[in-house]
Every structure is written in structure tokens, then in C-alpha cells.
């Protein structure tokens, strides 16, 4: 199993990015996918998720509104569109999978998943 992330950089306050997360090695289209992110000093947190169908989903309230979480099973691919973006959303994020074929809920928790990716940086300057 292999979770590749893209689509970070640098933009200011206000701004937008689009992540992507491409998978790999089995068939991720019954699976759970989601986003996490780590700021410096900090915890790794819960962002925003996805069930296999993409018929639910679930979002931490610090970014409900601003980011849109989507999949495109034909793709293996998972994204996260980022709108109005804040210097808080300054972090590493990291995509993650649940192993769990075909739940009808999201994980918010990191034990609930089994794989990850090695993340992509996103810096909001003020």
C-alpha cells in the first residue's frame, strides 16, 4: 500500500490549493480515506474524510466551509480542496486509509487508520 501526496506549497491568507492523494497497491475504492495535518509543535489532527462511496463525509469545524474533500475511485485518488485559506492551516497533511472495507462512517482518529502517506507541506503566509 503506498498514499502520495502533491499539491502543497506556499499561498497567501485568503488563497486556495488543491491536494491530491494518489494510492496504490490495493483497491481503494472500498476504503475510507482521509486527511490529517500536523502543525509544528503540535499533535496530528483529524482535517477532513471521506466513506468509500463518498456518499459521507466528515470535517474537523476549523475547516467546515473552507475545504472540500472528494474522490475519484476510477483514479485511486483522493483530494482536498482548500479555500480561504488561514496562517492556522500552516501544517503538514498527510493523507491516510482505513483499511475497513465498505464503512458507512468516517474515522476522526488516527488509530482508525492503517496506512499513510509521508505528507506535503502547506505554509499560509499572513
Known amino acids: 500500500v503506498l498514499l502520495v501526496e502533491s499539491g502543497g506549497g506556499l499561498v497567501q491568507s485568503g488563497g486556495s490549493l488543491s491536494l491530491s492523494c494518489a494510492a496504490s497497491?490495493?483497491?481503494?475504492?472500498?476504503?475510507?480515506m482521509g486527511w490529517f495535518r500536523q502543525a509544528p509543535g503540535k499533535e496530528r489532527e483529524f482535517v477532513a474524510g471521506?466513506?468509500?462511496?463518498?456518499?459521507?463525509?466528515s470535517y474537523a469545524d476549523s475547516v467546515k466551509g473552507r475545504f472540500t474533500i472528494s474522490r475519484d475511485n476510477a483514479k485511486n485518488t483522493v483530494y482536498l480542496q482548500m479555500n480561504s485559506l488561514k496562517p492556522e492551516d500552516t501544517a503538514v497533511y498527510y493523507c491516510?486509509?482505513?483499511?475497513?472495507?465498505?464503512?458507512?462512517?468516517?474515522?476522526?482518529?488516527?488509530?482508525?487508520?492503517?496506512?499513510w502517506g509521508q505528507g506535503t507541506q502547506v505554509t499560509v503566509s499572513s
Open positions: 491516510a486509509v482505513d483499511l475497513r472495507v465498505f464503512r458507512e462512517r468516517v474515522g476522526v482518529a488516527q488509530s482508525e487508520y492503517d496506512y
Open positions: 497497491g490495493r483497491t481503494f475504492s472500498r476504503d475510507t
Open positions: 471521506i466513506t468509500w462511496s463518498g456518499g459521507s463525509t
